[in-house]
């Protein structure tokens, strides 16, 4: 089984930055793509960035502003938030392809305030 574990949410005025990281460890092998997603109450769950072996690809809201990256060695993927709007306020959660289908980390508060 593969943990992931995430870090880097918490409270932001809009224009600032964050960066989230999110760690996969236990059974790590035939890891696929990594990415993040992220979703406010009421709405699905949506695709922010995700990288499998061409360059990362992003959402439309997310170009420009964010940036992923992935250290393969490390397993470790990071997304780097920044100019900040409270439209990005969302739980947002790292998610691992795996052979053995997709694994979710529990997720990190960001919260933008205007």
């Known amino acids: 089984q593969v943990q992931l574990v995430e870090s880097g949410g918490g409270l932001v005025q809009a224009g600032g930055s964050l960066r989230l990281s999110c760690v996969a460890s236990g059974d790590t092998s035939g890891i696929g793509a990594m990415g993040w997603y992220r979703q406010v109450p009421g709405k699905q769950r949506e695709l922010v960035a995700v990288?499998?072996?061409?360059?990362?690809y992003y959402a439309d809201f997310a170009e420009c502003r964010f940036t992923l990256s992935r250290d393969i060695a490390s397993n470790t993927v990071t997304l780097q938030m920044n100019s900040l709007k409270p439209d990005d306020s969302a739980v947002y959660y790292c998610k691992v392809k795996k052979n053995t289908g997709d694994h979710w980390g529990q997720g990190v508060q960001v919260t933008v305030s205007s």
């Open positions: 990288q499998s072996r061409a360059p990362p």
